[in-house]
């Protein structure tokens, strides 16, 4: 089974500060993806990369950058940390395109004071 | 553009009832159609996919059909358990994209 692993279950930072969220998937998935999920909202896609240090915006990536090094880690990086970034954050990756289902991780719940 | 669009939830049904959670979907082309679901505390899992008009999906006792004609592909099960109470999401995707749309999920609660 393929597994996807976000670094951290609950989150807490202040207003301001660089927040990194981490995610590594174990089974060579070409694709990562970031999304945030919000009450009412569904799922809003934040950024995807289809290969290394290859990354693409998704519907939302405002505040939001991402990092792909190595083919099996995805990292989010909010480079200074908002109120109304408060969210649960969902890493999923797949293989190849469109057929393929997405597999997430248990995600990330941040909170920003 | 591509969009799905699902019941609004909550919906409630005692153990043993019959389940169906509708959706439907508007795509150019002939998109994958997935359900996923999502205990508390958990990231998404794949329930089940279908992949061309026809098809039937199923998985754990949950079943749908791709319905072309109708643009749908509603969720059942005949007996829920309390283990099923989630929340579920349609979604699709599009040959030779990356995009996958999702609708807003429902969520279901089954009383004992």
């Known amino acids: 089974d393929v597994k996807v692993t976000q670094s951290s279950r609950y989150l807490v930072k202040r207003t301001g500060e660089k927040v990194f969220l981490e995610c590594v998937q174990d089974?060579?998935?070409?694709?990562m993806f970031w999304y945030r999920q919000d009450p009412g909202l569904g799922l809003r896609l934040i950024y995807f990369?289809?290969?290394?240090?290859?990354?693409e915006k998704g519907d939302i990536p405002e505040g939001y950058s991402v990092s792909r090094e190595k083919k099996e880690r995805f990292s989010l990086i909010l480079e200074s940390a908002s109120t109304n970034q408060t969210s649960m954050y969902l890493c999923?990756?797949?293989?190849?395109?469109?057929?393929?289902?997405?597999?997430f991780g248990n995600g990330t719940r941040l909170t920003v004071t | 553009g591509n969009s799905v669009t699902q019941m609004e939830g909550p919906v409630t049904l005692s153990e043993e009832a019959f389940l169906t959670i509708n959706c439907t979907y508007t795509?150019?082309?002939?998109?994958?159609l997935f359900w996923y679901v999502q205990y508390p505390g958990e990231g998404l899992q794949l329930l089940l996919k279908?992949?061309?008009?026809?098809d039937k999906g199923s998985n754990k006792g949950f079943e749908a059909t791709y319905r072309k004609e109708t643009t749908s592909f509603h969720l059942e099960k005949g007996s829920v358990q309390v283990s099923d109470s989630a929340v579920y999401f349609c979604?699709?995707?599009?040959?030779?994209?990356?995009?996958?749309?999702f609708g807003t999920g429902t969520r279901l609660k089954v009383l004992a």
């Open positions: 999923a990756s797949s293989l190849g395109q469109g057929n393929s289902p997405l597999h």
């Open positions: 089974m060579d998935h070409e694709n």
């Open positions: 990369s289809y290969d290394v240090k290859m990354k």
């Open positions: 795509a150019t082309g002939y998109p994958s």
């Open positions: 279908a992949t061309k008009a026809d």
């Open positions: 979604a699709l995707s599009t040959s030779g994209t990356y995009k996958y749309i």
